[in-house]
């Protein structure tokens, strides 16, 4: 190497070096020009944008973020928008919405005191299941959704949810009816509503769940 380019980088190298080691001793854990984490849900959406960054984009009619309370003790994620999602913009509205709010009576809450999201933002068409990289791309302002809520308890809402948040590839009848944790976050897996609508045999357990869910929440803050 050119001795005076190697005199150069050596240079520029130890400026780097003083730079870092004075930004450590004043406390700081992040350089200033590291990407700063989005802290309120209003910033993630911001983030989000007209969000193109996967196929899904290409077929839906509304981005659909999430909503209910940005402190609630207890969060509802699905796996994606269905029709009526699409349509109204809003998660959780069609039929399975529906009985989603049934649930949500019965466990003496109100949709307004829980936030309800998906794991992706976009209709697949035909009600497809997602599919690993739309949810790879989708899952990063999920998980922020969650770091900002900070919830007591995260219901998974069926396997899609459930396996992104818990990174496994187990079926939702092994998961359901235990805790699980993501980032410290208790994680209760249950049946999607949509299937609960085309099993109601299944009802039963999904009440075990959320009785199991109900008296995590009553505890209060983690
Ligand atoms: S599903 Fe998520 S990543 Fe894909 S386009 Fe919609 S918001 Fe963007």
Redesign the pocket.
Known sequence: MNPNLRTELLRVVGQLRSYVLYHKELGLEALPWSKRSPQTLREVREK?GD???????RT?KS?VFGEGNEKARLVFVGE?PGYEEDLQGRPFVGKAGQLLTRIIDAMSMKRDHVYITNV???RPPQNRS?WPD?IA??YP?LANQLRIIQPTVICALGSAAAQTLLDTNAGITTLRGTFHTWEGIKVMPTFHPAYLLRNPERKGETWEDMKAVQKEVAKGPR
């Open positions: 989000l969000c193109q960054r996967c196929r899904l984009s839906r981005l994606g992706v933002k976009c997602p739309e791309c989708c302002f």
